[in-house]
């Protein structure tokens, strides 16, 4: 086309502008029929908006079980889920193009067609009634006005009523006919396509209204849905107007049946059809888990937590949870339903969702880091709790991981394992002897009931405990006065830093300021009176059961992006915390707890002697009970799988939960392991060396 026509085009575009905008729309058309050419004002393909060319369509992301099928809920902003044009039923797309487009197969992205007769009945209206959009054109507005990438602002201009628009609208349909065929074209509008009631895109649209794929569509279900797109906002029959829904099934039945695409006999059956609807709602975020398995709700909320801190999935909180409700991602994570069943079942035995004491337990995989279970009795939810109950029965609160409001709980001397380790790291080894007394007074600074003269000066919870001791036996009785002296020997500092190197993390204010000011005073730390979860706890020890390598703890087993292509976010962070050896010999301590016995015969009694004949295999662990038995912990863990459970009151430290319920938890614990090992080989420890058990000198750093 010369400069002189295309000139000739614009004024008479200006020239509709002048006339008033809605018929200005409607004026290129004229000019068109009259035998201007308009393909020569196609956009050059490679000149269109990157999202025409890789349309970025905002869709769901599925969160599965570790099994990859099992859905445990979606997240999204828009219902969407992208389909190939085979998986449509052909009477679908036959439908949607009666309804839109009946010459979609025979114009270019412009039908001058349907254009020359809008021009001509919007110009005998006097007013804009029909807008000769083809489907491409409609496609080209659906991407640009859902362009996550693009401002509100921007979006918003790809519809309104503009010249501008309406010619750069049909540029770009004109460029996209030229490079993809009709197929690709269909395919993409029908997976953009508004169908109301929340569903973007066919394949959510048949699910929101049958409950099927679109590959199952009937006749009289297609020409539904096909009738919702011009009027998805009010034609909703399951929101909206079921009457005008019906009224638009039968328009697209006539069609269908005018294009020669549908016998006037089927047609007439599937007019004749009730309004049959399936409606099913897909499930948006962690409070939408299957009602029969609340208790999942817990372990989702996690993973949101574990996933809004990757810095992969966008600079900011926000972006990366718009990065997770539009990016269409298939996540596979590692909770296990069966164990999730499993822990959650002994956890209810020891308390009932409504009582205000909890046992928040979770279960960690050695060398992987990846969680199998996250239970604990309470309901995941916001529905109201009764007055006075903050949180129980209901809860959205992470119990059991930690974060917000809530700091953790204190487990006792289950931290006593961070200061074995740091003395076998210094060069103590496990035969290390002390004559442990009644009660020790240290160089620690301390007031209160544990104080003597202003110094820390614990007691051991029995005088059986009294005597002479090895790091074996005083951590299989848990002799107090042991690791008070232990620790002065290694140096409080040490025994912290060995804490947060195998994951410990510090979210109570004072805890936090201790551990950076004043580790060197902490001696009381080696009790456990700093604030843990019992993840963090579980992590910490599953490090031990992998021979010194901690692994962050982690939510999924794999994740893959809209095109099906791996995210590296789901690979495991693991590294060498503490040297193999030194990490054995702490296993090789932990085996004195629970009844088993160490590679070197060195046990002499544990806090939890039941638990190996319980489980029927190797397996190491510990007991821990804070002051006043105002909460009480237990980790077990093989070489396969580490379980912590901690009893506590969430709302109220003060309210003690008794050592009675020690006993309970190892129970719970054993049967949580068993049930979770039932079909795994048994595996042993790997025995410490006899330098690490009996003669170790020199120091050994972790990495």
Not at 23 to 44: D, M, N, Q
Not at 191 to 211: K, L, M
Not at 374 to 385: D, I, L
Request: net charge negative.
């Amino acid at each position: 086309m010369t400069r002189a026509r295309l000139d000739k085009v614009f004024t008479i575009l200006l020239a509709g502008v002048l006339a008033g905008l809605a018929l200005a729309v409607a004026a290129l058309p004229a000019a068109l029929v009259f035998g201007i050419g308009f393909s020569a004002l196609a956009a050059p393909y490679s000149e269109l908006p990157n999202t025409l060319r890789t349309p970025p369509t905002p869709q769901r992301s599925n969160l599965y079980a570790n099994d990859g099928k099992t859905l445990i809920t979606s997240f999204y902003q828009e219902d969407r889920v992208d389909v190939p044009l085979a998986e449509v039923a052909p009477v679908m797309r036959q439908a949607v193009i009666a309804a839109e487009d009946t010459r979609f197969h025979e114009h270019s992205g412009v039908d001058l067609r349907g254009v020359a007769r809008a021009f001509t009945v919007n110009r005998g209206a006097g007013e804009t009634r029909q807008g000769a959009s083809t489907l491409t054109m409609q496609y080209v507005r659906n991407v640009l006005s859902n362009d996550p990438r693009l401002s509100e602002r921007q979006r918003a201009a790809a519809t309104e009523l503009s010249t501008a628009r309406k010619i750069q609208e049909m540029r770009y349909a004109l460029a996209l006919e030229r490079e993809l065929t009709k197929d690709e074209i269909l395919a993409r509008y029908l997976n953009i396509a508004y169908f109301g009631a929340g569903a973007y895109g066919v394949g959510a649209a048949s699910r929101r209204y049958f409950s099927k794929p679109p590959a199952d569509l009937t006749l009289a279900e297609a020409a539904l849905l096909a009738g919702l797109v011009r009027s998805p906002h009010t034609d909703d029959p399951i929101n909206g107007d079921a009457d005008a829904a019906v009224a638009r099934r039968a328009y697209v039945l006539d069609r269908l049946v005018e294009s020669g695409q549908v016998p006037a006999e089927a047609a007439d059956r599937a007019r004749a059809e009730q309004l049959k609807l399936r409606p099913s709602q897909t499930p948006n975020d962690c409070t939408a888990v299957p009602a029969e398995h609340n208790d999942w709700g817990f372990f989702c909320d996690w993973f949101t937590r574990w996933w809004n801190a990757q810095p992969a999935f966008g600079a900011t909180v926000d972006e990366r949870q718009l990065t997770l409700r539009r990016g269409g991602f298939s996540i596979v994570s590692s909770l296990d339903p069966a164990v999730q069943r499993a822990t959650t079942e002994q956890v209810r035995r020891i308390y009932s969702v409504d009582d205000r004491r909890a046992a928040p337990t979770a279960v960690v995989q050695p060398g992987t880091g990846r969680v199998l279970a996250m239970a604990v009795n309470r309901n995941y939810g916001v529905a109201a709790n009764p007055a006075g109950q903050k949180n129980h029965p209901n809860t959205v609160n992470q119990l059991v991981a930690g974060g917000g409001a809530i700091e953790g709980y204190q487990a006792g001397s289950t931290f006593k394992v961070f200061t074995m380790l740091a003395a076998l790291e210094s060069g103590l080894p496990l035969s290390t002897e002390f004559d442990a007394p009644e009660r020790i007074v240290t160089d620690y600074s301390a007031s209160g009931a544990a104080s003597c003269d202003g110094y820390w000066c614990p007691r051991n919870a029995s005088d059986l405990m009294d005597g002479r001791h090895t790091m074996w036996t005083a951590f299989g009785e848990s002799v107090n006065t042991y690791f008070a002296w232990l620790t002065e020997r290694v140096g409080a500092d040490r025994v912290v830093e060995m804490a947060e190197r195998l994951g410990i993390v510090f979210r109570a204010e004072e805890d936090a300021r201790l551990a950076r000011h004043g580790a060197r005073e902490w001696g009381p730390f080696t009790l456990g009176v700093s604030a843990t979860t019992p993840l963090d706890l579980a992590g910490a020890y599953a490090a031990v059961a992998a021979e010194g390598s901690w692994c962050a703890p982690l939510p999924v087993v794999s994740i893959a992006d809209a095109a099906g292509r791996p995210v590296a976010a789901a690979r495991t962070h693991c590294r060498q915390a503490v040297d193999p050896d030194v990490a054995r010999a702490a296993a090789d301590a932990a085996r004195c707890v629970v009844g088993d016995q160490s590679m070197y015969r060195e046990c002499d009694g544990g806090t939890a002697e039941g638990l190996r004949r319980q489980l029927g295999r190797p397996v190491a662990g510990k007991t821990g009970s804070s002051d006043g038995y105002a909460t009480e912990t237990v980790v077990a863990f093989t070489p396969q799988l580490a379980v912590a459970s901690i009893a506590a009151n969430p709302d109220d430290p003060r309210d003690a939960v008794g050592q009675r319920v020690q006993g309970q938890l190892v129970e719970a614990v054993g049967e949580v392991l068993a049930f979770a090992l039932r079909d795994e080989p048994v595996r042993d420890f790997v025995p410490p060396s006899e330098a690490t058990a009996f003669q170790l000198t020199g120091a050994r750093a972790g990495n």
